[in-house]
């Protein structure tokens, strides 16, 4: 069997889950293997929310927040930028592949960028493999 | 460089002099421990406890540590090597202490030790820097013309390593933890209450010092102190079980420096890089 | 009954050891010593002054799990552990952590309610004492003395060893080491010169002074009760304190833990987790409410555990005076100057 891997995609409520909404009710075609989770702001994640899926079993988290300067906050993203960098240099240092976060810049008139990030985002991780690092074994 | 004897001299008639003219009410600095090799942090309140401050090769601690300890606008002496001020001024950009209510008594000093192992503390484990960065009173010459191993040298062999071989080391090393979080209470950047790891809700990690729970533990405190560790090396010396923490610490460190063109602890006019931005920030970095 | 051995075969009878069950031994980590459970026999390492962690993690390790679930499941389906325990042997103890484990048994083994998993791993386990080595300095934060344990005791021991300069001598004190050492093919008959060096051994541990001060258990717990309002005191004591929990998980006596139910992937353990006073969660409530916020209340809890509720409760001090807590403190915090202290406040 090949190897399906779980992604969690974390979006703003502003930008990318509505960028992702577009994406459904235009009718694209994407991998069905990204779970959504909205959240109000890309700086609302936490980094632990990253460490946490990884150790839960995900292969791959996707976050997707405004373009800078486009943040419904203003500057949320902005925060996020800087925060996310670091937990990937965190990762890196720890040993795991930085290539199993991503952050992507994705607005509401974006379905078709959604789509695209998600297929690239799932074939990148089909390639990486299975995330067992991190992953508590059950 | 000035002698120990001599800075433990400045450092008393220092401390005796602001506690009887009233400029503070409290002095952090080394006192007396069990035996002279053994100092310990003290706090003189009155200027009958100077007699009990020391300063010896073995007082490393680094006393911005007990800051926070202090209601908010108690006038505060402190003793600070130069990792240590770099604490204080991390602290005041943070707004944990005031630089008014504080009387940065700056000790340059070289040759520090760790009682454990009685190897020389030098760059390998902290900064490596000798003279303080903000002080009101030096106690002492500033140390020149040292020639230094620079803080991030010691890095090199392990960003060279191979990402399994590097999740491999911090694996073996970070299962060591007993989760007796000597590492976040030596740490003067630590000061959350309740840390997070204390949370039962959400639950972080599981109580047992067990791989996963230690794994959340030690790299989500890596990322809180992303770009705010002033590298003093004090998580290090507390471990027990000699995880070597600085080593990642100090690659955050270094990874927040050139991405964000700022030291932790360096100037009080600074914002921590993570609650700070810039429009321009590059989207380079998160590749 | 007397045996020895060269200390360069301990291998040998590591290996023999094995044979009959588990192997619980010091070996050498990066810059310490502690036990471990053997897999390899030649990782035995007798050139240790003591380890880090004290033994007790031999009858109460670090996390113990009672039952497993499943959640939905009703309660009839969730198993208990069942330990199934070989014989161990806990090698080379140092004679004040064999005291330890007489201090605990009064606790887990012998007031009122029994701790099974406690019984259990005591019972199958054969204890070898190991004499500190007179012949080398005492290190200066140990004051086992002032508790009224020497540095050659074999009271507590099943076996107790010594060592004669490459030789180790084995001699067994109860009727269980007796057996167990006969059955030891692995080992030399002593001489009877070797009887004399250990009997001699034994009374030079006398004068091997580590720090002592006369402590009288009853004098000492009822002092610190007297000064329990003494916040002066306290704040002094506790100045330096982190409140990290290092003192108490490396205390051979202190055995405060905490139930934890870990549920992932709809499947649990309840497990017991070793806690310390030190930890500001620890007295958390469900409501909120935290009766000891300050870092001079933990600190006072400790010292008054272990000197006077101890006391009141069991008779005895809860303390060895391995030195641990004071060699591994961070900070230098020295649980026998807060004693001495006390004494005098």
């Known amino acids: 069997m090949s190897f399906?891997?779980?992604?969690?995609?974390?979006?703003?409520?502003?930008?990318?889950?509505?960028?992702?909404?577009?994406?459904?009710?235009?009718?694209?075609h994407y991998p069905q293997n990204v779970r959504v989770v909205r959240v109000m702001c890309s700086s609302r994640i936490n980094p632990s929310f990253i460490f946490r899926a990884f150790q839960l079993g995900a292969d791959g988290v996707l976050i997707g927040g405004c373009h800078p300067?486009?943040?419904?906050?203003?500057?949320?993203?902005?925060?996020?930028?800087?925060?996310?960098?670091?937990?990937?240099?965190?990762?890196?240092?720890?040993?795991?592949?930085?290539?199993?976060?991503?952050?992507?810049?994705?607005?509401?008139?974006?379905?078709?960028?959604?789509?695209?990030?998600?297929e690239e985002f799932t074939m990148q991780i089909k390639n990486l493999g299975p995330q067992s690092k991190l992953k508590i074994q059950q | 460089m000035t002698d120990f004897k001599k800075i433990e001299e400045n450092l008393k008639t220092e401390a005796g002099r602001l506690l009887k003219e009233g400029l503070v009410t409290v002095v952090l600095s080394y006192g007396k421990g069990f035996d002279e090799n053994h100092p310990m942090p003290y706090a003189a309140k009155t200027i009958a406890d100077v007699e009990n401050i020391v300063f010896n090769q073995y007082c490393n601690y680094n006393m911005a540590r007990?800051?926070?300890?202090?209601?908010?606008?108690?006038?505060?002496?402190?003793?600070?090597?130069?990792?240590?001020?770099?604490?204080?001024?991390?602290?005041?950009?943070?707004?944990?202490?005031?630089r008014e209510n504080l009387v940065i008594l700056g000790i340059p000093v070289q040759g520090m030790k760790n009682p454990k192992t009685g190897e020389v503390i030098d760059s390998k484990t902290t900064c490596g820097l000798y003279n303080p960065v903000l002080y009101d009173i030096?106690?002492?010459?500033?140390?020149?013309?040292?020639?230094?191993?620079?803080?991030?040298?010691?890095?090199?062999?392990?960003?060279?390593?191979?990402?399994?071989?590097?999740?491999?080391?911090?694996?073996?090393?970070?299962?060591?933890?007993?989760?007796?979080?000597?590492?976040?209470?030596?740490?003067?950047?630590?000061?959350?209450?309740?840390?997070?790891?204390?949370?039962?809700?959400?639950?972080?990690?599981?109580?047992?010092?067990?791989?996963?729970?230690?794994?959340?533990?030690?790299?989500?405190?890596?990322?809180?102190?992303?770009?705010?560790?002033?590298?003093?090396?004090?998580?290090?010396?507390?471990?027990?079980?000699d995880i070597p923490l600085y080593l990642f610490h100090k690659k955050v460190a270094k990874e927040c420096e050139e991405m964000f063109n700022q030291k932790a602890g360096m100037s009080i006019e600074d914002k921590p890089v993570l609650v700070d931005f810039r429009v321009e920030d590059s989207d380079k970095i998160l590749e | 009954m007397l045996k020895k051995t060269a200390i360069e075969n301990i291998s040998?009878?590591?290996?023999?050891?094995?044979?009959?069950?588990?192997?619980?031994?010091?070996?050498?980590e990066v810059s310490c010593h502690n036990f471990a459970e053997i897999s390899d026999p030649q990782k035995v390492d007798l050139k240790f002054y003591n380890t880090l962690m004290s033994p007790k993690s031999a009858f109460f390790p670090h996390r113990?799990?009672?039952?497993?679930?499943?959640?939905?499941?009703?309660?009839?389906?969730?198993?208990?552990?069942?330990?199934?325990?070989?014989?161990?042997?806990?090698?080379?103890?140092?004679?004040?952590?064999?005291?330890?484990?007489?201090?605990?048994?009064?606790?887990?083994?012998?007031?009122?309610?029994?701790?099974?998993?406690?019984?259990?791993?005591?019972?199958?386990?054969?204890?070898?004492?190991?004499a500190y080595d007179i012949n080398q300095p005492v290190d200066s934060a140990d004051f086992y003395n002032t508790l009224g344990i020497y540095a050659a005791d074999p009271e507590g021991s099943d076996i107790f060893m010594v060592k004669k300069d490459k030789e180790l001598l084995l001699k067994s004190i109860t009727p269980k080491g007796e057996k167990l050492l006969a059955e030891l093919s692995a080992l030399e008959k002593a001489s009877s010169g070797d009887e004399k060096y250990?009997?001699?051994?034994?009374?030079?541990?006398?004068?091997?002074?580590?720090?002592?001060?006369?402590?009288?258990?009853?004098?000492?717990?009822?002092?610190?009760?007297?000064?329990?309002?003494?916040?002066?005191?306290?704040?002094?004591?506790?100045?330096?304190?982190?409140?990290?929990?290092?003192?108490?998980?490396?205390?051979?006596?202190?055995?405060?833990?905490d139930i934890c139910d870990d549920t992932l992937f709809g499947k649990g353990t309840r497990s017991r987790v070793w806690d310390a006073c030190m930890f500001t969660d620890f007295t958390l409530e469900a409501s909120g409410h935290n009766p000891r916020t300050q870092v001079y209340q933990r600190?006072?809890?400790?010292?008054?555990?272990?000197?006077?509720?101890?006391?009141?409760?069991?008779?005895?001090?809860?303390?060895?005076?391995?030195?641990?807590?004071?060699?591994?403190?961070?900070?230098n915090i020295d649980i026998y100057s807060i004693i001495e202290a006390a004494l005098k406040a």
């Open chain 1, 4 to 28: 399906e891997p779980k992604i969690l995609g974390i979006a703003c409520n502003w930008c990318t889950y509505t960028g992702a909404d577009l994406a459904g009710t235009t009718r694209l």
């Open chain 1, 69 to 118: 300067g486009d943040c419904h906050y203003n500057t949320g993203n902005l925060y996020a930028r800087r925060r996310l960098a670091t937990t990937k240099k965190i990762l890196e240092f720890a040993g795991l592949e930085p290539g199993r976060l991503r952050v992507e810049w994705i607005s509401a008139s974006e379905g078709n960028k959604f789509a695209e990030v998600v």
């Open chain 2, 66 to 98: 007990y800051l926070v300890r202090y209601p908010q606008g108690t006038k505060i002496a402190i003793a600070v090597k130069a990792a240590d001020s770099r604490a204080v001024i991390q602290l005041i950009q943070e707004e944990k202490v005031k």
């Open chain 2, 138 to 241: 030096l106690l002492g010459e500033e140390v020149h013309g040292q020639k230094n191993a620079l803080p991030y040298e010691v890095l090199a062999e392990y960003e060279a390593m191979d990402k399994d071989a590097r999740w491999e080391f911090w694996e073996k090393e970070l299962n060591k933890c007993i989760r007796c979080y000597a590492c976040r209470k030596a740490c003067p950047m630590c000061y959350c209450d309740p840390c997070f790891i204390d949370q039962s809700k959400p639950k972080w990690a599981d109580k047992a010092p067990q791989s996963p729970g230690n794994m959340m533990y030690h790299l989500t405190r890596f990322h809180h102190l992303a770009g705010r560790c002033i590298d003093c090396g004090e998580c290090s010396r507390a471990c027990p079980v």
């Open chain 3, 12 to 28: 040998q009878l590591a290996a023999v050891l094995m044979e009959k069950g588990t192997l619980l031994a010091p070996v050498k």
């Open chain 3, 64 to 130: 113990e799990d009672f039952v497993k679930y499943k959640v939905g499941k009703p309660l009839s389906e969730a198993e208990h552990t069942i330990l199934n325990l070989k014989p161990a042997f806990l090698f080379g103890v140092r004679p004040c952590d064999v005291k330890s484990f007489e201090i605990m048994d009064i606790h887990f083994n012998a007031a009122g309610i029994i701790d099974p998993y406690w019984r259990a791993r005591r019972e199958a386990t054969t204890i070898f004492g190991y």
């Open chain 3, 198 to 257: 250990y009997e001699d051994y034994i009374k030079k541990g006398k004068d091997y002074k580590t720090r002592f001060t006369c402590v009288d258990s009853e004098v000492i717990a009822k002092k610190i009760e007297s000064i329990f309002d003494n916040t002066d005191f306290w704040t002094k004591m506790s100045a330096a304190c982190l409140s990290c929990g290092i003192c108490t998980f490396s205390c051979p006596n202190c055995y405060c833990f």
């Open chain 3, 299 to 331: 600190l006072r809890q400790k010292v008054s555990h272990k000197y006077s509720y101890h006391v009141r409760k069991y008779g005895v001090i809860s303390c060895v005076g391995c030195g641990r807590c004071t060699r591994q403190c961070p900070v």
